[in-house]
């Protein structure tokens, strides 16, 4: 798994939790865009954050969050 590769790659070793899934139409919604780039399989780059500061990149952060699948990872 990719995020065990990575994780055990940093020095301070963080420990891997999961990670969140969600649809691109909940990206679009947001007014941001999507880069597919396939590393892993499906892994896609959001681009296009608001320049208009921190906090609306953070709103629009939570509402990712908010509409993503969480998938815990197993020990």
Request: net charge negative; glycine share 8%.
């Amino acid at each position: 798994m990719v995020g065990e590769q990575t994780a055990s790659s940093r020095s301070d070793q963080p420990r891997l939790y999961g990670r969140g899934d969600l649809l691109a139409g909940v990206v679009l919604d947001q007014e941001l865009e999507i880069f597919r780039n396939d590393q892993p399989l499906h892994h896609a780059n959001i681009k296009g954050w608001s320049p208009n500061g921190k906090e609306a990149q953070r709103i629009k952060a939570l509402e990712l969050a908010a509409e993503s699948k969480r998938m815990l990872h197993d020990e």
